[in-house]
């Protein structure tokens, strides 16, 4: 019985060693792994904010928010353009030829305009002397509800300070091992690039593939296109209805105009969108669309900015083969609107179609 209780004791004790000896090898593992992978994401540093990280070129990855300040502390460009998936398609090396100076692209879609009013506010901080900014205003201007879109959770708020050691904490996460993933995979062409240097992008499909039929089922649906009807007189507001419509975007703009220096060149444009998508005419809708226009030119004459509209009834903004849906309209018109910005800037030309107004000179 002895002798059968002292064999089960030393099986006990090499078992309890067995265990200890295979956490222990687990463990050493698990930290080697995970120093590992956190030194690989240290030295690879996909957004460009460890200061010791290994030095090479890092292509534009699709993660637009944390990737717009390592491209704005390149030091190449003095000039911006900020918008949603309507301003995407303006080229910045377009605007270069065209308005001078060196454009990037941080416009992006759905992009709040909260956020545009933080990348502007970061660009301002980091580059000497901003040349020219460039605002798409959209439906995140003019929306009422505008403010209080969950923004905070997701805005990268440690890419945009001045302390770049803050950043460690934000590094070490799944999803920045698989942007670093994909950014050696660049670096080693074996994953095409997505975005340009300047965070341009041809987000639409190939213009060859270009189909009228299927693009006129996203502008108008189902039914295809259809009659709008006599037009309606627009709506007739007192002084005190069109004062009591609340814009909470609005003083974001004026702010975030404000704080640009005087030399700055301050471009507002409304993109044009398919004349499906604007208010129907008479519509409080389109009370409410003139309303925030008006606002929003009378914060660019006190604020020294242009304001220019494409974003109403044209012969551009009828015509469906110029447009993919009834907000994205095709490459050939971004880089018409290029062009006609240039003459705009360079001796105010007024449209020959009146494709657009110039709100404000």
Known sequence: MSHWYARATTNAAMQATSWRAANRIFLATFVGLLTTVGVFILLVDPY???PFSLPFERPISSSQRQMYPQIVRTGRYDSIVVGTSTSRLLDPAALDRALGGHFASFAMPSMTAWEQVQVIDYFRRTVAAPKAVLIGLDHEWCGRNSDSAVRELEFPYWAYDENRWNDFLYLLNNPTLEVAGRTIGRLLRLIPEKLREDGFEVFVPPES?????RAQ???WGPTGPHASGPARPPLQLSEAERSAMVFPTLAWLDEGLAGLPEATKKLLVFPPVHVNAMPS?????????AECKTRIATIARRRGAM??????ASALTTEDSNFWDAIHYRLPIAYRLIDDLGHIVEDGRVSPD?????LVR
């Open 48 to 50: 460009g904010v460890v």
């Open 209 to 213: 593939t270009y189909d009228l039929a």
């Open 217 to 219: 089922y996203n502008i």
């Open 281 to 289: 005419a008479g519509s409080y809708s389109e009370a409410l669309q």
């Open 307 to 312: 304001l220019i509209d494409w974003r109403i």
């Open 354 to 358: 009146g494709s657009y107004r110039i």
